[in-house]
């Protein structure tokens, strides 16, 4: 026993006597000669805009972190911190950089349509090279909200509906932002923690009411996996969740981020969310939101002067421990040596590179990638159909919009620098390529203008074929940007009509922040492109997928429905206890039958059970056959193998494609009812013609593990939640896309 104790005891000492890490020692000596006053400046951010006469006295005052504030201003006031502030602690310039910097990449939504990780990483590092040079060290960005309701604006800055693409997507994107070298170039906030992309009705800012084991099914994987992808920072939603706003739910922010995750980073609120808890009925000042907000760890308040107005006082008055403050200040401490703003404080204003070449190169790129060709009759490309680029009618509203086909949050972008796609067509006319009619007139009307489509018309006699640039404004998406009616805005759908009456070709291209319902206008015309907001080259990025110098490769990376009354819908649904077998339309009920029940099957009259286009949807140029997925073994043994999917893919047509294999599966029986179908991974696969290619999967045990809540505990409980697989039978898909393919099965054995 004797022995046992000095082993123990000098263990104690062995571990004691370990050297503290230098970062944390240069932090205690930091924050042993600090004032309360400078902790709580440190922990506040405010934007720069909004105080032009006080940020002096701020900064000199030990203010923590200024928003939107760059260049040569940026350095200014980084030299009264540096140099003027007590302890010279230096400033972090943060930013909203969210696709692109000056160049502009396609929004999120589109950069996930890609399926290509590596592509949305260099995007990411890219745009931080640009952001860095005005002195952004920060960005709230990636967005990994999973939204199935695309009448939600913000759905363009995230990357779709589904969890493992979302968090897949986020991590490329936290790597390319921070880099891979020691000192990490831009930090990324991961955003917003967490659900806000569930707000009810696809209403901005609303509320939210997600069961703890769907919250950490669906909502908070990507989150966790853009955090083990080494994200600096987090951020609070607006929103509250389960009647609890995100800004001050412990449960959230202390018991899970802090204690389970064992996250050391900041955690930031979103603009004034604190202020947000007072309307929400949560408190019933700023003073008490202060008070929640810090007892939630939140580190640091953005825009919202509520820890300056009232942290103070919480202190003296001992609501408040002034630890609770050095954690804190720490996280933030921790971050700016992270970043190495103590060495480098300073932007280079001078001589700034921006638009280089590598990033135009990427920008269209990621623009050609994320384009998904959802319907083509054999008109496209233009290249090889009987109407070999004669003469082309070039109209809609985003033919030559600079402005618009950038989409939404790019605040730092110059109009002037993007190429549009009739300036793309232009410049194949002056090549001799091609022959080019411009529209003039109207573009967003938002009546039915009968002097523009006579005017259409008149044009589309004199070409042989039109190509229609459709979609959405830059401001019908983005942050308070909700929609009840998803269709083409204006008279674009009249406009479509009149095009195809001509009796002309007539291709469509989408540039749009969401998903629209547009299946009448797809009928009408003979191809459509659905592009997004593809950014500043996205213009070349089409007149090339339209004539055939590239072959669409997209994929949707969330469903379309066919009508707003079908949302939300998704692919990874749940069956009911009456699954769709046989689906009865409205036109299809006898007179009179309409007020009886006409069958127990879960679908909609006017619709059917179907979307529009279902996830992972996309076509190209080119035809691929799937064989039979063939596993390496019926059964996997709990945790001591891995089992091996794979499938054979064959271009069967006459041009060189790529086809993007989906790795799905299905647990049939579970103690808590499974999707019918989940992703678990994807590639790309550039395939010749005539040729054939073997795709292979890896799944484990792990692949196969969902949330459960533990036996014997009551609902709600925190920290009473397994993540485990259960034994049982599997399908597993290799598929072009999540409506299709047949399955192999396999059994996990435990």
């Given amino acids: 026993m004797k022995n046992h104790l000095l082993i123990f005891l000098s263990l104690i000492t062995l571990v004691a006597c370990q050297p503290k890490d230098p970062t944390e020692q240069k932090i205690d000596h930091l924050l042993s000669q600090m004032t309360l006053e400078e902790k709580i400046a440190q922990m506040s951010q405010l934007a720069g805009e909004q105080y032009p006469e006080d940020l002096e006295t701020y900064v000199r005052n030990g203010l923590g972190s200024m928003l939107n504030v760059m260049g040569e201003d940026a350095n200014y006031y980084q030299r009264i911190a540096v140099e003027e502030s007590r302890l010279g602690i230096p400033i972090l310039f943060a930013r909203d950089v969210i696709h692109g910097y000056r160049t502009i990449y396609p929004i999120p939504l589109g950069q996930a349509a890609t399926f290509d990780l590596d592509l949305v990483k260099e995007a990411a590092r890219l745009t931080a090279q640009e952001a860095m040079q005005a002195g952004i060290r920060w960005t709230f960005s990636p967005m990994v909200d999973i939204s199935r309701d695309p009448r939600w604006g913000r759905v363009a800055e995230g990357y779709g509906e589904d969890t493992y693409l979302t968090s897949v997507m986020g991590a490329a994107t936290v790597q390319g932002y921070q880099g891979s070298d020691s000192i990490i170039q831009l930090a990324a906030c991961v955003k917003h923690f967490v659900g806000y ?139 700016k040596f992270r970043l190495g703003l103590f060495d480098n404080p300073y932007c280079a204003v001078e001589n700034p590179v921006y638009y280089s070449s590598e990033a135009l190169a990427a920008a269209q790129r990621a623009a050609e990638e994320s384009a998904v060709l959802l319907k083509n009759n054999g008109i496209l490309p233009l290249s090889s159909s009987p109407h070999h680029l004669t003469t082309v009618l070039i109209c809609g509203p985003l033919a030559n919009s600079q402005n618009d086909q950038n989409g939404t949050w790019c605040f730092d972008k110059v109009d002037s620098a993007t190429v549009t796609p009739l300036m793309a067509f232009r410049e194949l006319a002056k090549q001799g390529k091609i022959c080019v009619i411009e529209q003039t007139g109207k573009h967003w009307s938002r009546e039915e203008s009968q002097t523009n489509i006579m005017q259409l018309t008149r044009l589309a006699k004199q070409a042989d074929v039109v190509l229609y640039f459709g979609g959405e404004e830059s401001i019908l998406s983005g942050e308070a940007r909700c929609r009840a009616h998803l269709d083409l805005p204006g008279d674009q759908s009249a406009q479509i009509r009149a095009l195809k009456a001509t009796g002309k070709p007539v291709v469509l ?103 529009l286009y279902p996830f992972g949807y996309g076509l190209t140029y080119t035809t691929f056959e799937y064989g039979p997925v063939t596993v390496s073994d019926s059964i996997l043994v709990s945790s001591s193998s891995c089992l091996i999917a794979s499938c054979e893919i064959t271009n069967t047509g006459t041009t060189d494609g790529v086809a993007v294999p989906q790795l799905y599966i299905r647990d049939l029986v579970g103690s808590i009812t499974r999707p019918i179908r989940e992703l678990k991974g994807f590639q790309r696969v550039n395939i010749p013609a005539g040729e054939s290619r073997v795709v292979s999967f890896v799944l484990t045990e792990a692949d196969l593990a969902y949330w459960h809540l533990a036996e014997g505990v009551d609902l709600g409980a925190d920290g009473h939640y397994t993540y485990l697989a259960e034994a049982g039978d599997f399908h597993v898909w290799i598929a072009p896309h999540s409506a299709e393919g047949h399955p192999a099965q396999f059994t996990l054995k435990k």
């Fill in 197 to 335: 992309g569930a707000s009810e009705g696809g209403r901005d800012y609303n509320t939210t009411w997600i069961p703890e084991v769907q919250l950490r099914e669906t909502y908070l994987p990507p989150f966790k996996a853009s955090l083990d992808a080494g994200s600096l920072s987090i951020m609070c939603s607006f929103n509250e969740i389960n009647g609890v706003p995100t800004s001050a739910n412990k449960h959230l922010n202390v018991n899970l981020l802090r204690h389970e995750w064992q996250y050391d980073g900041v955690l930031v609120s979103d603009y004034a969310s604190s202020q947000n808890m007072i309307a929400h009925g949560n408190c019933k000042d700023l003073r008490e939101a202060t008070l929640l907000s810090i007892n939630a760890q939140m580190d640091m308040d953005m825009e919202n002067h509520a820890y300056f107005k009232h942290l103070k006082e919480l202190v003296e008055e001992g609501l408040v421990r002034e630890e609770q403050l050095d954690v804190c200040v720490r996280d933030i401490l921790r971050m």
């Fill in 509 to 611: 291209t989408v540039m749009a922040g969401r998903p629209l319902c547009i299946g009448e206008d797809i009928e009408r015309v003979d191809a459509v492109l659905y592009a997004f907001h593809g950014g500043t080259m996205q213009g070349p990025a089409l007149a090339n997928l339209i004539t055939g110098v590239v072959a669409p490769s997209g994929r949707l990376p969330i469903t379309f429905p066919q009508a707003v009354g079908q949302i939300p819908m998704y692919y990874n649904k749940k069956n009911s206890g009456r699954p769709t077998s046989n689906p009865v339309l409205y036109e299809d009920i006898p007179v009179g039958a309409a007020q009886f029940s006409i069958g127990a099957d879960s679908y909609w009259l006017e619709y059917g059970d179907k979307p």
